[in-house]
């Protein structure tokens, strides 16, 4: 399969850490690319309606490179540390983009990687879910896997390997 993922977070921490345990599990059987979404400039949705969910977006910037990623992704991957009970702004610049072409984003797989400075009986697990999990009954998409990592330094995902083993598994199930 072709596996689009896009990282929210802007540091080489635990959301990194995370997708990389996907990837190690994920990559022999699948194309994977990855989309720091911090490294991008694209653009806040101005809500125009130029793009009429199909044609794409009229700023000139990373949009609609990124943005054609995902229509050409079998699955996609939204990763992100919990900002403020939610994703992180890097990550819903992209989301909001999926509008210029949100008719050709339909039926796609999707896994959700979250990772939050609280024990994962927090809400804000369960919000981000319940976010991620209405743009999926609107577009279509079949979110097949979503683990939360309670880890607040930037190494502390990484110090314990053995809580990735499951992540790890669920790469190595996809092709
Ligand atoms: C601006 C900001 C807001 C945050 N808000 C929350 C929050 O609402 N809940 C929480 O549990 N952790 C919060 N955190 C902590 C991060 O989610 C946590 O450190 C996470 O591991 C960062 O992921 P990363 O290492 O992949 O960047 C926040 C961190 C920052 C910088």
Not at 13 to 42: C, P, Q, R, W
Not at 67 to 87: E, S
Not at 91 to 116: E, M, P, T
């Amino acid at each position: 399969m072709k596996i689009a993922i896009v990282n929210g977070s802007p540091r080489k921490g635990n959301t990194y850490t995370a997708i990389n345990a996907f990837v190690e599990g994920s990559m022999e059987h699948n194309d994977i690319d990855i989309i720091e979404a911090n490294k991008l400039s694209i653009s806040p949705c101005q809500g125009c309606g130029t793009c009429e969910c199909k044609n794409g977006c009229i700023a000139k910037d990373d949009t609609n490179e990124t943005i054609d990623k995902l229509v050409a992704a079998d699955m996609i991957i939204f990763a992100t540390p919990v900002y403020w009970w939610g994703m992180t702004a890097q990550l819903k610049l992209v989301i909001d983009k999926c509008y210029c072409r949100a008719s050709l984003l339909k039926n796609k797989k999707v896994g959700l990687i979250i990772a939050g400075g609280s024990p994962t009986d927090s809400v804000q697990y369960s919000l981000i879910n319940q976010q991620f999990g209405c743009i999926a009954k609107y577009l279509g998409w079949d979110i097949i896997f979503s683990k939360s990592y309670y880890a607040t330094e930037r190494t502390d995902l990484s110090d314990r390997p053995e809580q990735l083993r499951g992540i790890r598994e669920v790469g190595a199930m996809i092709r």
